[in-house]
Nanobody, 126 residues
Framework: QVQLVESGGGLVQAGGSLKLSCAAS????????MGWFRQPLGKEREFVAAIGWSGASTLYADSVKGRFTISRDNAKNTLYLRMNSLKPEDTDGYYC???????????????????WGQGTQVTVSS
């Protein structure tokens, strides 16, 4: 069984930075593609970024490209999302997700991810 626990959210001023972490339990992390999604209140989750199992391939939503960086440390079973130049519209709950297929490639499709964390809140003040 896989468990994902996000951390690193908080309150930051516009233009600031945050780094989110997602700690994964279980042995499947190092073979799995991972993703970050965010969910505005009352709306569906939207894709933010994804990374392949080795870290060599990444995928970003247009809205965060150039500002956010996804990375992973397979030795630590941890996924990261570095967020720079934050904007008030980045305010959301952020969720990490694991695609359980072996040697997975990054995808923006939420239905491809079998496991989800509980989320961490990011609030950007103007």
């Amino acid at each position: 069984q896989v468990q994902l626990v996000e951390s690193g959210g908080g309150l930051v001023q516009a233009g600031g930075s945050l780094k989110l972490s997602c700690a994964a339990s279980g042995r499947t992390f190092r073979w799995s593609a991972m993703g970050w999604f965010r969910q505005p209140l009352g709306k569906e989750r939207e894709f933010v970024a994804a990374i392949g199992w080795s870290g060599a391939s990444t995928l970003y939503a247009d809205s965060v490209k150039g500002r956010f960086t996804i990375s992973r440390d397979n030795a630590k079973n941890t996924l990261y999302l570095r967020m720079n130049s934050l904007k008030p519209e980045d305010t959301d709950g952020y969720y990490c997700a694991l695609d359980n297929k072996v040697y997975g490639t990054p995808t923006d499709a939420s239905y491809a991810y079998e496991y989800w964390g509980q989320g961490t809140q990011v609030t950007v003040s103007s």
